[in-house]
Each structure stands twice: as C-alpha cells, then as structure tokens.
C-alpha cells in the first residue's frame, strides 16, 4: 500500500467513524429512498439533528443524494456498500468462531 492509499483510507475510515454514519449508509442500502423521518426510524435511536448532520456530510463526500422521493445513497455510495457485503460475511464467520463449542 502507499502512502496515497493509506491517506484515502484514512479519510474514509475517519468520516464513518462519525457516529451513526455507517448505519445511516446501511439503511440505504436496498436502493430506495428514504425520508428524513423514515431514516431517523431505519436508524433507531438517532436524534435528528445528529441524522442532519450525518446527511449532510454524508451528501458532502459523495455518498448520498436527497432526490424527489428522499435520501438514497448514490452510485459510489452502492459501490462502497457492496463492498461492506463482504465485511457482513465476515461478520458472521468471525461470530460463529466465537460461539462455544458444543459438545
């Protein structure tokens, strides 16, 4: 890895290490929009001026869009998390190493 990699992963490790900003994502994740009040409930326990600026910084890197209908994550938004599909495979094989071992 480079150091260019190392800065462009870092800055996107920093802006969804912003709290909530993955599950704010996540929701979006089916590829229909969401309203700012249907979002909030998608994401439980978010309070809305939390969710706001989680969209608007969100909307600033590129990741989403508000259209017609709502939020919806955009083109590189799927991309990104498409690629997070694999981290949720991982999730659950690395889950299932931790459970006890049944005898």
Do not use: C
Not at 61 to 77: E, I, Q
């Amino acid at each position: 890895m480079t150091s260019k990699d190392n800065v462009a992963i870092g800055q996107l490790l920093s802006l969804l290490e912003s709290r909530y900003a993955i599950r704010v994502l996540w929701a979006l994740k089916d590829g229909h929009p969401q309203t700012f009040r249907i979002l909030q409930d998608s994401v439980g326990r978010i309070t809305p001026n939390t969710l706001n600026t989680r969209l608007k910084e969100l909307r600033a890197a590129g990741l989403l869009t508000h259209g017609r209908d709502g939020y919806l994550a955009t083109p590189m938004g799927l991309d990104m998390l498409k690629r997070m599909g694999d981290l949720a495979a991982f999730a659950n094989k690395w889950m299932a190493s931790l459970a006890p071992a049944k005898t």
